[in-house]
């Protein structure tokens, strides 16, 4: 009854989190194995009843600490309406009341199970993100080379592959994440089940990475060569989807191989069947004597960590983040001075990446020198659940162009709040042509540079101040060839300077 009672709590507390991530498993195909990993996890658990059966639950208080810490970033988690913190605090808490009950010998035998969990668990955003976008770059260049291959002329602009009758482009969907966290999942789940050394298990799980990567860009590559051939239909529909299934098949197929070959290898040349197999527990002797396991005291502490916290959430009250009157980037000014400006449209594709809220993208010309400078805004009301301003640092190298040098730098002149705006000043290039980039993130009063910082503040400030808005500025500037570099860079600070006092009104301080 106290089991039953526990999880009970468990689900009271934790139901908001739990449910956003059921949620992320039905919206998301990368999580859509999550549903199965609870059922697989409860099936290693219950691998080991005849050993289990044999080992006295004494409980360890170890486990009331993990419990109490557990609950501790709940209530974090809670404040700062961040739900991933939510279901990470979940786990935490479920981990240390099986400690409390089982205590260290029978823990020792399912802890592995347990970490299993944490694959059902949606990556952080931007985590996801900075993955994605390095993936999508690698498959994208080994793409190209598998097309080059078949002596098809081809040209690579970032993760865009130019095919001259017909332009691939490699999104986030084509990135390879929907193979790799459910390839990453069986392997860790083939690792546990291989009877191996050490550094097998550990080659099993590590492989699943590059296994992926590779195959993903071999269909990359193949969806190039079948366009060529025989045009854009098939970069889309249902020959495009059914690929997908059929490289994710041959993902497992080259995973099962390389668990043959390591079985040969590293087991002595043992049998597939011995080295990788399912053992099922023993029955039980007939006539064994069946005892009633008592509840350990480091349980019962436990437990009375669960009814406390539970009986505290009522206290604190529904959490409604703040968001702050602002007016629309639509109507930011199109005339500064000298300059003059013409907004731009984001296609569709971008909007589904960025799930921005509100956006400036727009060009201005300085007539008398002819000078182009390019302002974007990208705004977000909320950035609790995930959604946040993609760093130019991930995104710059998906159009094609190199990162030359990335530093630090105070503009000169130009101020944030009495304080020296601080930029991401950025030299990037392309063949002959140039650009010189200026980004910062302004969020919530703060001049931010730095992404990671980003990130704390944005759980700092839900947790403190109940708000997540905030906005990435970007202005580039483009140096053709034989262009003076500290000529442009004057004008980008001179109207850095005009533009800094107009965004007051658009992104809250």
């Known amino acids: 009854m106290g089991l039953i009672i526990a999880a009970m709590l468990l689900g009271f507390i934790f139901f908001e989190g739990l449910r956003w991530m059921v949620a992320a498993w039905i919206r998301t195909e990368e999580y859509g194995y999550g549903f199965v990993i609870p059922v697989i996890t409860a099936f290693f658990v219950w691998q080991k009843k005849d050993q289990l059966e044999l080992i006295p639950f004494k409980g360890s208080w170890a486990g009331v600490i993990v419990t109490v810490a557990g609950l501790g970033l709940y209530v974090l988690g809670e404040l700062s309406t961040l739900y991933i913190i939510i279901v990470y605090a979940f786990l935490v808490t479920l981990i240390g009341l099986v400690l409390a009950v089982t205590g260290w010998r029978v823990f020792r035998k399912i802890y592995i199970p347990l970490l299993l ?46 095919l001259g009758s017909y332009k691939l482009q490699v999104v986030e969907a084509c990135s390879g994440l929907r193979y790799l966290f459910p390839l990453a999942t069986l392997a860790f789940i083939s690792a546990y089940i291989f009877k191996g050394p050490l550094w097998a298990r550990s080659v099993i799980f590590l492989s699943s990475a590059p296994i992926t990567v590779f195959m993903n860009s071999f269909r990359i590559g193949m969806i190039g060569v079948l366009v060529e051939y025989g045009g854009k239909d098939m970069a889309a529909g249902f020959l495009h989807d059914f690929e997908g299934w059929v490289i994710f098949m041959a993902c497992m197929v080259i995973l099962m191989v390389e668990m043959w070959l390591l079985s040969r290898f590293s087991s002595g040349g043992r049998p597939m069947r011995e080295v990788f197999g399912l053992d099922f527990p023993t029955a039980s002797p007939d006539g064994a004597e069946v005892r009633i396991r008592s509840i350990p005291q480091p349980f019962w502490a436990a437990g009375l960590a669960l009814v406390l916290c539970a009986a505290t959430i009522p206290l604190l009250g529904e959490r409604v983040e703040v968001t702050p009157d602002r007016a629309d980037l639509n109507g930011f000014p199109l005339n500064i001075e000298e300059w003059r400006g013409r907004t731009q449209r984001l296609e569709s594709i971008y909007l589904d990446s960025l799930q921005l809220d509100d956006y400036l993208l727009a060009d201005y010309v300085d007539a008398a020198n002819h000078r182009v400078l390019n302002l974007y805004v990208a705004y977000y009301a909320s950035q609790r659940k995930g959604q946040s301003a993609h760093s130019p640092r991930t995104c710059i190298p998906g159009g094609g162009w190199k990162i030359s040098s990335i530093t630090q730098h105070q503009v000169s002149g130009v101020r944030f709040l009495d304080q020296p705006l601080t930029v991401n000043r950025t030299l990037i290039e392309k063949g002959e042509n140039k650009q010189l980039v200026y980004y910062w993130f302004q969020q919530r009063g703060r001049n931010l540079t730095n992404e990671y910082l980003v990130k704390w503040y944005i759980f700092w400030d839900a947790l403190t101040r109940r708000r997540t808005d905030g906005a990435l500025v970007r202005l580039v500037v483009p140096i053709g060839p034989g262009e003076d570099l500290a000529q442009a860079e004057k004008q980008l600070t001179d109207f850095t300077r005009q533009v800094m006092p107009l965004l007051d009104q658009y992104i809250p301080n």
């Open 117 to 162: 969990l944490f694959f059902m668990v949606p990556l952080p955003s931007f985590l996801y993100t900075n993955l994605s976008t390095t993936l999508q770059l690698i498959s994208s260049e080994l793409g190209v080379a598998i097309i080059r291959l078949f002596d098809i002329s081809v040209y690579l602009e970032g993760n865009v592959i130019d």
